[in-house]
């Protein structure tokens, strides 16, 4: 356990480098989006174009701050830092490595108890950052735009709980320490079924829970202008950016320590250089840069879905399956292991 | 204690926005605020489950069906008050029971649980010892209230399906 003043410092430098890394990931997204669609993408500014998120930073800063004269001001003020300071509070959970290996400090925040339930708190916090700026903008697109997000959102959070569940029984945990730390090649090879229907099912939720494509309805620009961000400009904009793309690092993290194995690397290595696999931040960032890639993958991909599907897959396939899968555990444990 | 007092002045004063805030989604709001300050008290007294759960059912949950309600219906401030003769009543009653309540509290000090107390009473406020609880000597109760939330469940979907089946006959007679 540290002292506060360290656990304040561990808060502080996470949050700058999830906002650094919320800079570059939107450079490295339009370069990975221009490739993936035969053009080269930003590279004018800088060494190939490296010093666009900063000229990105200063245009936002500077760009006039509308306000809108029939917008319900606390709120519309209140909704943007909801959004971003709760996307930040999720990831204080995650456990970059093991205890005392980063220059004798724990690689976490903080080390809690109920970790995984805390995140989903955090986040179901976070829907009133959309929720309420599309509100208080006083605009049709605006609050049709945050309705819809905020009801998928909901839809989602259920298979995401469910899917986690599946983990939770087999780990017998909610700490994300423990849940790395799980032996799972000493488990009743049985479970493997009901863990990798888990994780798909995993996967398609918390895509639509970040609003990545295909499920990116809140800010659906051909049919809501952009949603609940239509009144929002210059830093209260790049704020609901902010935050979005710091979701999608949370998601990523919290994917792969339930599923991936989390800070751990491939044991095979420590053949070679011994130790490798117990390093600090290494192979959570890898894993997290994997699924990070696959989500920009899916933007290139897939087209959006209509709102009735969504609310279909969410209610009638990824709710079953989840469940489905949940129980087989429970069943599994109770009976066969 | 100092904690405390400062988390009991934000939870007095959410609640009092609750009842007096005259926008709708702005008492909503204070809700929102009196119900994760009591999540914030959980957690000074060591229940982290209690105020995780507190945060994403409550918060999390209803008060976002809440808010869904009071956009969807578009409520709007009330600008005259058609219950203006029930003020003096609810003044008198309000104070009534916080003067009984005071008294109360006063009159038969229960002395203040000490953290061994708590925790024992608690077991860490860990999910496992809120489990133990539940789902031993309360075990009954537990799922008692879930039969209830059952029926309430289906008791308001049979509601709609008989809505949708008159709005069905009604389109009927109105094409026949």
Redesign the interface.
């Known amino acids: 356990m540290d002292p506060w003043y360290i656990t304040l410092i561990k808060a502080f430098l996470v949050s700058i480098a999830l906002l650094g890394g919320f800079a570059y990931l939107t450079l490295i997204q339009r370069k990975l989006l221009g490739r993936m669609q035969h053009r080269y993408g930003p590279n004018r500014v800088g060494p190939f174009g490296l010093l666009q998120p900063i000229a990105d930073a200063i245009k936002a800063i500077f760009k006039e701050d509308i306000v809108v004269t029939a917008a319900d001001k606390f709120v519309y003020y209140l909704a943007p830092f909801l959004s971003i300071s709760f996307a930040l509070v999720a990831f204080g959970a995650i456990p970059a490595g093991p205890a005392n290996s980063l220059f004798g400090f724990d690689p976490w925040v903080m080390d809690l108890d109920i970790g995984l339930l805390y995140v989903f708190a955090a986040t179901s916090i976070g829907v009133y950052g959309i929720f309420l700026g599309g509100w208080a903008s006083n605009n049709k697109y605006s609050l049709l735009g945050s309705l819809r997000s905020a009801a998928q959102m909901i839809s989602y959070e259920l298979g995401l709980g469910l899917s986690a569940l599946t983990v939770i029984l087999i780990t017998g945990s909610l700490n994300f320490r423990e849940i790395v730390d799980f032996n799972v090649w000493g488990m009743h090879p049985l479970l493997w079924i009901p863990l990798i229907i888990a994780f798909i099912t995993y996967f398609i939720s918390s895509t639509a829970e970040i609003n990545n494509t295909p499920f990116d309805l809140p800010e659906a620009e051909q049919e809501l202008v952009a949603g609940y961000l239509t009144e929002y400009s210059s830093i209260k904009w790049a704020l609901y950016m902010m935050a979005e793309y710091v979701n999608l690092f949370t998601a990523a993290a919290v994917l792969s320590s339930l599923f991936l194995g989390g800070w751990r690397g491939p044991a095979f290595l420590d053949q070679v250089i011994p130790g490798i696999s117990q390093w600090p931040l290494i192979w959570l960032l890898l894993k997290m840069a994997m699924i990070v890639f696959t989500f920009i993958w899916l933007q290139a991909t897939l087209p959006r879905f209509r709102y009735d599907q969504v609310m279909r897959i969410g209610w009638i396939w990824l709710f079953e399956i989840a469940l489905f899968a949940a129980l087989l555990t429970a069943a599994l444990i109770a009976f066969v292991v | 204690m100092l904690s405390f007092v400062i988390l009991a002045v934000l939870l007095i004063a959410g609640s009092i926005g609750v009842v007096s805030l005259k926008?709708p989604?702005?008492a909503a709001?204070s809700l929102?605020a009196s119900l994760?300050t009591l999540a914030i008290v959980y957690i000074s007294l060591e229940a982290?489950?209690l105020a995780?759960?507190q945060?994403?059912v409550y918060?999390?949950?209803i008060m976002?069906l809440f808010?869904?309600v009071i956009?969807?219906l578009n409520v709007q401030e009330q600008k005259e008050n058609k219950f203006a003769w029930m003020k003096p009543a609810a003044y008198i009653v309000g104070a009534l029971t916080a003067i009984g309540l005071v008294a109360n509290i006063l009159q038969s000090p229960t002395p203040a649980l000490n953290a061994e107390l708590i925790d024992t009473i608690i077991a860490g406020?860990?999910?496992e010892g809120v489990a133990q609880v539940l789902f031993n000597q309360f075990v009954l109760g537990f799922q008692l209230v879930g039969v209830l939330l059952l029926t309430g469940i289906v008791g308001a979907t049979s509601l709609v399906q008989r809505k949708a089946e008159i709005a069905k006959i009604e389109e009927d007679l109105a094409n026949a």
Do not use: D, E
Request: hydrophobic share 70%.
């Open positions: 926008q989604v702005h709001l929102v994760m982290h489950f995780g759960i945060v994403i918060a999390g949950a976002v808010l869904f956009m969807l406020g860990t999910a």
